[in-house]
């Protein structure tokens, strides 16, 4: 299979677009109290809400590929748990005790409130932050962390599946689970559930998931890969344009009307897992050259961090730095919105390279640890910093 023992590189540049996707989403709020067009910059930046679900399709890609050439051989579940251990766990738990620890004791002195007082920890302890009433959409600091609850709990039963199943009827589970997700969404709407609802639940979101994994299965077949590749191109331009088609009909993309969260969200999944099949087996050319570029690999290689970090200084800043700027000339607001984003975005990055530097590359290492018999699972190689 092209790619199976080497790490390929366009794969760090879909996680490095897929951050920045996220962060334009959060940060799109420092353009909302701006001028006609500086709010035309914060609608189209909101839509990066989709770089989790591009997340999602990559996730589902490499962790099932993992399982697929690690099937069989010892220790097959010990050392994937243990490896997805070490690479999420330390950064993720830090993070949590940062915030429930320090910044509580924090707003506590400046304030006088308690602003996390009721909030039970084990929702984030256990990864099931995505299941509380509210979906954690409340919760200061770490609302975020739903798609990293709705990743763990995939994580979690998924090498069962792979386990249990041969790969042709793991393909026919991943397309009924695909369409499961379709239809569990369309049943929450005709019952008036919450557009939070729809975009947070596991059960909603499992189609890019099992896309990614659909996607590792055809990778590993040459006749299904050739075949996938003839259509590659018509079935990705099909879901742009049904994509566009619901974006310019509801006058946005996004979880707030019932064609987004069903219909798009499917067309979604699809376009995202037609990606990352190019980034795998397609020819080269001006796309991949793109995705390879140094600048884009690096955000990608940070992202985990950063996806975790990012936050902070946004909610920290944001409302004296918007009261600052409405103080200002309307000539000088949109420079000003402009560096506060230009800011944030380095401070996360920032973040993620000290991440990177001092606490996930050291800890990297520890993967290999637990003793193993055999043969090394080759697609471990391929992509070891999967988010």
């Known amino acids: 299979m092209q790619g199976a023992r080497t790490h390929i590189a366009a794969l760090d540049g879909i996680r490095g677009i897929a951050i920045i996707l996220v962060l334009l989403t959060h940060y799109h709020d420092v353009f909302r109290h701006g001028g006609s067009v500086e709010q035309t910059v914060g609608r189209i930046f909101d839509t990066g809400w989709i770089g ?18 690690s099937k069989g051989g010892p220790l097959y579940f010990q050392r994937f748990y243990w490896r997805r251990a070490v690479r999420i766990f330390p950064v993720y738990f830090l993070y949590v005790a940062f915030v429930l620890i320090g910044l509580r004791v924090l707003y506590l002195h400046i304030t ?11 929702w984030y302890l256990s ?37 249990l199943c041969t790969r042709r009827r793991l393909a026919a589970t991943c397309a009924g689970l695909a369409a499961a997700a379709f239809l569990v969404r369309c049943l ?5 559930a919450a557009g939070q609802t729809l975009y947070r ?64 969200a499917s067309a979604l999944a699809v376009l995202f897992a037609c990606v990352v099949f190019f980034a795998v087996a397609g020819r080269g050319g001006a796309a991949r050259s793109f995705l390879q570029t140094s600048w884009l690999r690096a955000a990608g290689r940070y992202s985990y961090s950063v996806y975790v970090v990012h936050v902070t200084p946004h909610f920290l800043l944001l409302k004296p730095v918007e009261h600052l700027i409405l103080r ?3 000539l000088l607001q949109p420079v000003l919105r402009c560096s ?35 043969h090394k699972p080759a ?7 999967t988010a």
């Open 328 to 330: 200002q000339s309307r």
């Open 188 to 192: 929450l709407v005709t019952h008036g």
């Open 112 to 122: 006088g409130h308690d602003l996390w007082k009721g909030l039970n920890a084990w």
């Open 379 to 385: 697609f471990a190689e391929l992509q070891d910093r």
């Open 52 to 69: 989790v679900d591009l997340f999602f399709v990559l996730s589902g890609f490499l962790i099932t590929g993992i399982l697929l050439d």
């Open 340 to 374: 506060y984003l230009g800011a944030m975005l380095a401070m996360a990055f920032g973040a993620g390279w000290v991440s990177w530097r001092v606490l996930e590359q050291p800890l990297a290492k520890l993967k290999d640890r637990l003793p193993v018999v055999g």
């Open 127 to 163: 990864y099931f932050s995505n299941w509380k009433s509210d979906h954690g959409n409340n919760d200061l600091y770490l609302s975020h962390f739903w798609s990293l609850a709705v990743e763990e709990q995939f994580y979690f039963v998924w090498p069962a599946v792979v386990c």
């Open 201 to 264: 639940l596991t059960p909603c979101r499992m189609d890019p998931l099992v896309l990614g994994a659909l996607v590792a299965l055809v990778i590993r077949n040459e006749v299904c890969r050739a075949r996938l590749q003839k259509c590659l191109l018509p079935v990705a331009a099909a879901m742009m344009i049904l994509i566009g088609w619901i974006a310019a009909a509801k006058g946005s993309f996004d979880f707030n009307n019932p064609l987004s969260e069903t219909v798009g």
